[in-house]
């Protein structure tokens, strides 16, 4: 692991990642999901992609990358773009894996080849009880009300800090449909069938957005990569096969 400092705006930002397979000459990086880290997408990835030098990265506010200010989706981007150019990388030559909310910064990020795992971005219509908790949080800040008004928060930001949950507001509700529709470079796209953060669904939406994309669906739920590694990576080295 190797940490490496990057500014934005003024701003400092600690990044925490690591390297596997150093030598090897291409590259994938690997961008993790809303309140998770770098090595849930080790743990998925560590053994296949053998022929790749491996990026894990925790991004600011994650896992052990600091983050003390409100972010946006673009503002993350732009810290990546500041990271990789740190390392003499140039985003339009990596292949870059997003799951979640790591789709929508890896999309922002336009590589050569993107790769989307249950990716955020597609807005869906919110459960009658997710529509209760908002309204009452609502009605609990215009009381002036605070702490009942973090009662009624997403689990996702439960354990945040006060700027994370400014940023998980900024980012949650983005429609990203223009993004998917303008990106232009080669992108598979990976879903579990069960899943209930994003769904089967919007896995097809953003297939028919993005015009050079192949689609690939699997059992289990949002997290269903770490049981579908190796087939993942088959599928993309058929496409380096031209197969």
């Given at each position: 692991?190797?940490?490496?400092?990057?500014?934005?705006?003024?701003?400092?930002?600690?990044?925490?990642?690591?390297?596997?397979?150093?030598?090897?000459?291409?590259?994938?990086?690997?961008?993790?999901?809303?309140?998770?880290?770098?090595?849930?997408?080790?743990?998925?990835?560590?053994?296949?992609?053998?022929?790749?030098?491996?990026?894990?990265?925790?991004?600011?506010?994650?896992?052990?990358?600091?983050?003390?200010?409100?972010?946006?989706?673009?503002?993350?981007?732009?810290?990546?773009?500041?990271?990789?150019?740190?390392?003499?990388?140039?985003?339009?030559?990596?292949?870059?894996?997003?799951?979640?909310?790591?789709?929508?910064?890896?999309?922002?990020?336009?590589?050569?080849?993107?790769?989307?795992?249950?990716?955020?971005?597609?807005?869906?219509?919110k459960s009658k009880k997710v529509k209760i908790k908002i309204a009452l949080a609502k009605i609990?800040?215009?009381?002036?009300?605070?702490?009942?008004?973090?009662?009624?928060?997403?689990?996702?930001?439960?354990?945040?800090?006060?700027?994370?949950?400014?940023?998980?507001?900024?980012?949650?509700?983005?429609?990203?449909?223009?993004?998917?529709?303008?990106?232009?470079?080669?992108?598979?796209?990976?879903?579990?069938?069960?899943?209930?953060?994003?769904?089967?669904?919007?896995?097809?939406?953003?297939?028919?957005?993005?015009?050079?994309?192949q689609f690939y669906d699997f059992d289990g739920g949002h997290y269903f990569f770490l049981k579908?590694?190796?087939?993942?990576?088959?599928?993309?080295?058929?496409?380096?096969?031209?197969?």
């Amino acid at each position: 692991m190797a940490i490496k400092s990057v500014t934005l705006d003024g701003k400092l930002f600690d990044i925490n990642y690591e390297i596997i397979n150093p030598k090897n000459e291409q590259t994938i990086v690997f961008l993790h999901g809303w309140g998770s880290n770098k090595e849930v997408m080790k743990t998925a990835f560590d053994d296949v992609f053998k022929d790749f030098r491996h990026f894990y990265i925790d991004m600011p506010g994650f896992g052990k990358s600091t983050n003390s200010y409100v972010l946006t989706t673009k503002d993350y981007c732009e810290i990546m773009v500041d990271f990789f150019d740190s390392l003499d990388l140039k985003t339009d030559d990596l292949i870059i894996a997003g799951h979640s909310f790591g789709g929508k910064v890896a999309t922002f990020l336009k590589p050569s080849h993107l790769i989307l795992l249950s990716s955020a971005g597609i807005l869906e219509e919110k459960s009658k009880k997710v529509k209760i908790k908002i309204a009452l949080a609502k009605i609990a800040n215009k009381l002036g009300v605070s702490y009942f008004s973090k009662l009624f928060r997403s689990k996702d930001v439960e354990t945040m800090s006060e700027n994370m949950y400014g940023t998980f507001k900024n980012v949650v509700d983005e429609d990203f449909s223009g993004e998917f529709k303008i990106y232009q470079g080669k992108t598979t796209i990976f879903w579990g069938k069960e899943d209930t953060a994003t769904s089967l669904q919007s896995g097809k939406t953003i297939h028919q957005l993005i015009k050079n994309s192949q689609f690939y669906d699997f059992d289990g739920g949002h997290y269903f990569f770490l049981k579908h590694s190796k087939e993942i990576e088959d599928k993309i080295k058929q496409q380096f096969d031209g197969r």
